[in-house]
């Protein structure tokens, strides 16, 4: 019994999880693939990375970004290619356009609505100041 327990205890040992090695011709090309990888976001896995995604697509997007490494393209090519197959929603970084114009204008616009209104604001009630002190130096005098 000690030795089917000890063999039990050991089972989960022989488990592995399958990682994807690839391999570079340089230090640079790997690293290119780091950055890339970290640049990609998953399709699939909202807001995760391809380096950071377990889905299927994103193991098979690795595999694109590394076969398009080892035959020569820029990063530029790559980012390129991918913009084109999934929208630029695989990017974390979405070119202004007039079609993201809302993602890079909306913030500064609304902020400068809500500055605006706060200015308005101070201003009334620097123009109400004013007549609840009159009513006040009234309602002393009499």
């Not at 230090?27 to 950071?52: A, G, M, T, V, Y």
């Not at 929603?89 to 616009?109: C, D, H, Q, R, S």
């Amino acid at each position: 019994m000690k030795r089917l327990m000890a063999l039990l205890l050991c089972l989960p040992l022989l488990a592995h999880a399958a990682i994807a090695v690839y391999e570079f011709e340089t230090p640079e090309q790997e690293q290119r693939f780091r950055n890339l990888i970290e640049e990609l976001r998953c399709p699939k896995c909202q807001n995760q990375s391809i380096s950071d995604s377990d889905a299927d697509i994103a193991q098979d997007m690795r595999a694109q970004v590394a076969e398009m490494l080892r035959e020569g393209r820029s990063d530029e090519e790559i980012v390129r290619f991918f913009v084109t197959r999934y929208g630029d929603f695989v990017t974390y970084k979405p070119p202004v356009n007039a079609e993201t114009m809302i993602l890079w204008a909306g913030p500064g616009v609304v902020f400068v609505i809500g500055l605006l209104l706060v200015v308005l604001q101070i201003r009334r009630a620097r123009a109400r100041a004013p007549a609840v002190e009159q009513e006040t130096e009234k309602d002393s005098d009499a």
